[in-house]
Every structure is written in C-alpha cells, then in structure tokens.
C-alpha cells in the first residue's frame, strides 16, 4: 500500500516538476518593471466549482470599509501572478514577490526566501508552461496586508497535464506595490491518500520503485 501511495504522491508532483534536461534559458521581451497596484485591473474571479469551503458563489472577507485593498483587487494580484507565468520569464515572475519572500514550493524542499531563490524556482518551472486558475478560495484583508488561500488548478501547457493544488497567498505593500509575501503550495493529499484507479503499467512500475 505504502509503495502504491508512493507512486501516486510521485505522479502528482512529476506534474509540476522541471523537465529532465533543461533547454538554454528563454528570454522574453516584456518589461521587467513590478506592476504597481493602480494597474488595470482584470474581471472579478469566476463564481467557483468546488465550494469547498462552503462560503457561497462570494468570497468571504474580514476588510473594513477604510481599508486600502478590496477583495476584487486581491483576486487581481493573482491574476497579475499568473499573467507573469505567461510570460515565461522567471525574472518577472520573481518580480511579483518581496525582497524577503517565503516560497514553499509544490516540488521544492528548499525554501526560497529570496529573489535569487525564487527565480531558480520559475527557470525550471515555467518550462512547463504553467497556467493557473482559482477553483475555491477565501480571501481575508486586514490593516497593511491582505491574504488569499484554497484551491487552484495549473494547466500546463508543455504536456497538457492538469493538477490540483492547496496554495495560500499572503500580500503586503512594498515600495508602494502590492507583492507576495508568503506563497505556500501543496498537491491535494487526499486525491493521493485515496487513490486514483491503478493501470497495470503502474502496478509493474511499483517494482521498479520498491528496486530503487
């Protein structure tokens, strides 16, 4: 059981992991510069699927009336987020974080608490081609800080795989922008704990792990 978990656990990331050997680093022609809060803003986040949280087709939200972010805008950063994935310039994205972020990674042990860290992630990762979407969510906002955490949905277009994942976003003002403090992402646990159907390629596979 423990191997077949295994090997589940290990299909589940080799979705968000870096291809085996690396192609020399793209380049891209957008503009490295942080977007600023005052940016165009992109349409409300979809009413969600999922509702795991069981809050309704609207996000809950602790925000005061005089705070300095609104939930729509929140739901924006993330939309600004993956709109540098698009670009597949790991500066960019690395761009969107703090000068002293906490990335925990779906597929890295290592914490990445910086932006030289951070870009090292997205060199390998952005070759996947990623694509995010939120499923379900909740978004809290308080004085100087906003937080937005659930479930979202990366499709990846290199191989067109798709994978759910837990993430949390914590967001503060930096030099006036809004950036990404802390983002934490995780594979579902329980769609690995409980299991997939197994194909009979993967139960021979399961001898070539318990051999490794």
């Given at each position: 059981v423990s191997a077949a978990v295994a090997l589940a656990l290990a299909a589940s990331a080799s979705a968000f992991a870096p291809p085996a050997a690396l192609p020399a680093q793209r380049t891209s022609s957008s503009p490295l510069a942080p977007v600023a809060s005052s940016s165009p803003l992109v349409a409300s986040r979809a009413d969600t699927s999922l509702n795991l949280f069981g809050f309704g087709k609207k996000k809950s939200s602790s925000a005061p009336p005089s705070t300095d972010i609104t939930e729509k805008e929140v739901c924006a950063l993330f939309e600004l987020w993956n709109s540098a994935l698009a670009t597949g310039d790991s500066r960019i994205v690395a761009s969107r974080y703090v000068e002293d972020p906490v990335l925990l990674a779906t597929v890295s042990d290592q914490p990445r608490t910086d932006y030289a860290s951070v870009k090292d992630y997205f060199d390998a990762f952005l070759w996947k081609q990623p694509q995010g979407k939120i499923l379900d969510g909740k978004i809290n906002i308080g004085e100087g800080w906003a937080s937005?955490?659930?479930?979202?949905?990366?499709?990846?277009?290199?191989?067109?795989?798709?994978?759910?994942?837990?993430?949390?976003?914590?967001?503060?003002?930096?030099?006036?922008?809004?950036?990404?403090?802390?983002?934490?992402?995780?594979?579902?646990?329980?769609?690995?704990a409980m299991g997939k159907s197994i194909s009979e390629d993967e139960v021979r596979s399961l001898f070539s792990l318990w051999n490794d």
């Open positions: 937005d955490a659930g479930i979202y949905e990366f499709t990846m277009g290199a191989t067109g795989d798709k994978v759910k994942a837990r993430y949390t976003y914590n967001y503060v003002r930096e030099d006036g922008i809004w950036k990404i403090q802390h983002h934490h992402s995780s594979v579902m646990p329980e769609e690995i």
